[in-house]
């Protein structure tokens, strides 16, 4: 993965490095550090990421090469500007997680030539990679290298997340710009392998069996992808995030994406939440709003300009307090998630109803007759 990944995105000898990964992280430990090991580069590791830093320590190593994960693009972005934005010497960046909404803002304000956006998972066999400045494409594979590297989308179903089959029981590939669960074919060869975790039962989980003829055995990415004509890969959902409401299926990365543009740039995450006599799940958004300075009339105007209407979220937490992160800097979703909009769990964030037109402070009074189906949603 370290030597493919170095001569994909053409990193040279000449080339210094720079990570602020964790190196526990495939990209730091393996894209980065690895790969630097492997070709002879130089590597510049900072312990602790700093979106104000990134830059100054770019220019001050003379790096040529920065990584990046999950949110980090987004916090420089939120970052006041610094003469380093500009005059470092970064042809390069490479990693995961720059969301196509953010890219051309991040490449121009940065002046960076070149992105080399990948899609893979440490244990996996469908890794790609996009090194052609394609905004928001996660991975190319040209179609001559498909009998070599059979990675495709399947349909699967929205609901349950279980392949739709079809003729002689056997999967059905997704059509161009059909949403679709990326799997990799089980091969013996060392690009298509998968050795599987130490619990058997974990491994046969992302195992799928009689995929496209009988007997035949791929991985599951547990991602729902989108392919265009020219066999560019998009990231759309995690399987067990994408949630369905007034009969659409809702992917909560694309609403992310939409309302973190709203509210400059702010830490937000969308899950769905169960309300008694619904089907389905309601939309709701977590804000960290630690400067006090929300804006709701601009959120609502925003979120319905750019949101049909099954995807506006429905309910509105306000964290007012710093958060938990996961190593790739997002924010961990089951903690919020598991309180959804009940008011005994959440008594030190304010609560808000989406009326609309507005959000409008979720009362005991409100929250009892949607409960209990008074409210009509």
């Known amino acids: 993965m370290a030597m493919g990944a170095k001569h994909i995105a053409g990193i040279s000898e000449h080339d210094v490095v720079y990570t602020p990964l964790p190196l526990y992280h495939t990209a ?132 349950t997340n279980e392949p739709i089959r079809g003729k002689y029981n056997l999967c059905i590939k997704c059509k161009v710009g059909e949403p679709g669960l990326l799997v990799g074919k089980i091969r013996k060869t060392t690009e298509n392998s998968f050795s599987g975790y130490v619990e058997k039962s974990a491994s046969e989980k992302k195992i799928i069996k009689d995929v496209f003829s009988k007997g035949d055995k791929v991985f599951n990415s547990g991602d729902v992808l989108i392919r265009d004509e020219y066999n560019f890969y998009y990231f759309k959902d995690r399987t067990g995030d994408t949630f369905r409401w007034k009969g659409e299926n809702v992917s909560t990365s694309e609403v992310e994406a939409a309302i973190s543009n709203i509210v400059k740039l702010k830490d937000c995450i969308v899950y769905g939440v169960e309300i008694p006599h619904t089907e389905g799940k309601a939309g709701m958004v977590a804000i960290v709003d630690e400067s006090n300075d929300l804006d709701l009339d601009k959120l609502s105007t925003g979120i319905n300009k750019s949101l049909p209407a099954y995807a506006r979220p429905l309910f509105l937490r306000i964290v007012k307090t710093p958060v938990s992160l996961t190593g790739t800097f997002k924010m961990k979703k089951n903690d919020v998630q598991n309180d959804g909009f009940d008011l005994t769990k959440v008594a030190e964030d304010p609560l808000y109803f989406n009326e609309g037109r507005k959000f409008v402070p979720l009362t005991q009074e409100l929250h009892d007759s949607i409960v209990n189906g008074a409210k009509r949603l």
């Open 28 to 159: 730091g430990g393996i894209l980065g550090v690895s790969s630097v090991l492997l070709g002879g580069s130089t590597c510049v590791i900072r312990s602790k990421f700093s979106a104000s830093n990134y830059w100054i320590d770019c220019l001050k190593f003379e790096c040529t090469v920065a990584q990046y994960i999950g949110e980090m693009c987004r916090y420089c972005l939120a970052s006041p500007p610094s003469e380093a934005d500009k005059t470092h010497q970064v042809r390069l960046i490479m990693g995961n997680g720059l969301r196509p909404q953010i890219w051309t803002d991040f490449v121009t304000r940065f002046n960076i030539k070149q992105v080399a956006e990948f899609y893979g998972a440490t244990e996996g066999n469908a890794n790609m990679m996009n090194t052609t400045n394609k905004v928001g494409a996660v991975g190319f594979i040209p179609f001559i290298g498909e009998p070599f590297y059979p990675v495709t989308l399947i349909r699967v179903d929205p609901d």
